[in-house]
């Protein structure tokens, strides 16, 4: 014990004073903005202008009551989680399946599939939008979560199969072969073998498409027109529209979307890291 | 002998099942929204189309010219341009530096690795938000700095000149923590000997950095180029809530134009003709890309 913490005091030390005094700066530069946004919610406007880096005056919650009396925030919430939660089942389900597929069945034209699929990583939404609406359009989907969740689930299914198909490439395979001797087909060694191994990357490409469906702006932006239908960041920017310049309003309202979703970050960032690591340096 | 035939046709069977159960719905999914959209896009260009009615008016290429002379696209492919170098010659470099700093495992250090990472996990529209309100030249941040030192600060996002710095700013505290990942992993992979070996030898902290640890991670730099570049080739969802593409379209990327001119208009057409044109800069890219990757693979 008393070895392993003279090492790392050691170890600490090499990081050296210019570099610690950077990191100090780095580390105000991050967090001033979103420390400003915190505490600028219980200012008043005049007090804003005067003093838009310190402590409130008063710790006034009027803004977080009035904005939380409202039930639209919830429902913005709302609607947002359903879609993160339906994209991340269906991009889970169908990319580790194709994955499985991919890196332990041998077939025809496995290896330009793979390509094909990892061309969509250059494909980002905002590219092909018009058409997606028009097809989102003929199939009756605009105006609908339902449409929504499809099409983010088509963008995300190239990064999570990429992650899956890295996984489960470093499984043996005589792993397989054993289970399929046992006379178990591929999908049911998929079902239960493959599967309960997998609960790390499954936890890791989860919360990548959630949080991708979370922040998701355009998507929503250009296919829902109903207000009851709104993911929160139209329903912010909705909101900003409306209040123009009341930035204690505005951020306070930025205060109560963002901290939801800081808090999943934190309970979540392992699995990120790991799919930042696992998946974008060795793919 | 029959056994065997069973088990092989046992084989046969299951793999045809799931081939057929497991990867069409991935393909039809991927190919309905993601290739076919891009395909349309690419078919668009050559026509004089609203979305409605029957696609007729087939116009060759004038779309292309219309993009190519339309007098706020030269800025927005100056904008992208901008926002390419400054990621690269700023926000690498700061993430690297920081990486450096970041790599070993302890309490303090991840504490301080998840803060960096933060901006990086934040909505785009909240964060372009959040940083309108830094920028607001009544209630901001900025004014405020500019008052302690008794300067008059302009309204950065109203300003020709300052917006793109401005914005810069931003781009840079919401992905230099996605970069500084990618290199802190890279770090970590290197094995304790080789650097234990060399600090042995007597060879200094910064000598190893440079001569040693750099070129041991040249992947995972050429990796974070790439996203890089690609990434900001595609910025957007930053500058709607930040500028809108504003003053008078001065800091339109090309996909903020191509949403302002293209999609708010419904010229398909037109948008059309710009999607294909920076798909088609994506793929050169990538292709610069594989090629540089082969040629340190061979290098190795």
Request: glycine letters at 8%; a positive charge; one cysteine or more.
């Amino acid at each position: 014990m008393s070895i392993k913490k003279h090492k790392n005091l050691t170890r600490t030390n090499d990081i050296s004073p210019m570099q610690w005094v950077s990191l100090f700066l780095v580390g105000i530069f991050v967090v001033i903005p979103l420390l400003a946004t915190a505490l600028g919610g219980f200012k008043t406007t005049g007090e804003l202008r005067k003093n838009p880096f310190g402590t409130p005056a008063s710790w006034n919650p009027m803004n977080f009551i009035e904005i939380m009396s409202d039930s639209t925030l919830f429902l913005l919430l709302l609607n947002s989680l359903l879609i993160a939660i339906s994209t991340v089942f269906l991009s889970v389900v169908l990319s580790s399946m194709t994955a499985f597929a991919f890196a332990h069945v041998k077939f025809y034209g496995r290896s330009l599939l793979i390509r094909f699929m990892f061309l969509g990583l250059l494909f980002p939404a905002a590219t092909a939008i018009l058409p997606l609406f028009l097809k989102l359009r003929d199939l009756g989907l605009l105006d609908s979560h339902l449409g929504i969740i499809l099409a983010q689930t088509a963008f995300s299914l190239s990064f999570s199969v990429l992650l899956f198909h890295n996984f489960f490439k470093e499984i043996p395979n005589e792993l397989i072969e054993a289970a399929r001797m046992d006379n178990c087909g591929y999908v049911r060694t998929y079902i239960y073998i493959v599967l309960p191994l997998s609960l790390p990357i499954i936890a890791t490409v989860g919360v990548f498409a959630f949080v991708g469906s979370w922040n998701n702006f355009l998507l929503p932006l250009v296919t829902l027109n109903t207000p009851e239908k709104y993911t929160w960041p139209l329903g912010i920017m909705q909101f900003r529209g409306e209040f123009g310049a009341d930035w204690p309003k505005i951020l306070a309202y930025l205060t109560l979307t963002i901290t939801p979703a800081i808090v999943f970050f934190l309970a979540a960032q392992r699995y990120i890291v790991a799919g930042l690591t696992g998946g974008a340096i060795k793919g | 002998m029959n056994v065997l035939k069973t088990i092989g046709r046992s084989k046969f069977s299951s793999r045809s099942v799931v081939l057929t159960l497991f990867l069409p719905p991935t393909l039809l999914l991927f190919f309905w929204f993601v290739v076919s959209p891009m395909i349309d896009a690419g078919r668009f260009s050559f026509y004089d189309w609203n979305g409605y009615g029957q696609m007729t008016d087939f116009v060759g290429l004038d779309n292309y010219a219309d993009v190519l002379t339309h007098r706020h696209f030269s800025t927005a492919i100056r904008n992208s341009i901008i926002v390419i170098v400054i990621s690269l010659i700023v926000q690498l470099p700061l993430a690297l530096w920081v990486a450096l700093a970041l790599t070993e495992k302890s309490w303090t250090i991840s504490a301080i690795r998840v803060l960096f990472f933060l901006p990086f996990m934040l909505a785009e529209v909240a964060s372009g938000l959040i940083w309108r309100f830094v920028y607001d030249g009544n209630y901001g941040l900025v004014p405020a700095v500019g008052d302690m030192f008794g300067a008059d600060l302009p309204f950065v996002l109203g300003d020709r000149l300052w917006v793109m710095p401005a914005i810069m700013l931003v781009v840079v505290w919401k992905y230099f923590g996605f970069h500084m990942m990618i290199y802190i992993a890279a770090l970590q992979s290197i094995s304790k000997e080789v650097i234990e070996a060399a600090r042995l030898d007597g060879i200094g902290k910064w000598k190893i950095i440079w001569h040693i640890k750099i070129p041991l991670i040249r992947s995972a730099i050429m990796i974070s180029v790439f996203f890089s570049v690609i990434g900001s080739l595609q910025l957007f969802d930053l500058i709607f809530p930040l500028t809108g593409g504003g003053p008078s379209h001065s800091s339109h990327t090309v996909v903020s134009f191509l949403y302002q001119f293209g999609i708010t208009r419904q010229k398909l057409g037109f948008g059309g003709a710009v999607s294909v044109m920076l798909f088609m800069a994506c793929v050169v890219i990538t292709l610069l890309y594989q090629r540089a990757l082969k040629a340190q693979e061979s290098h190795e």
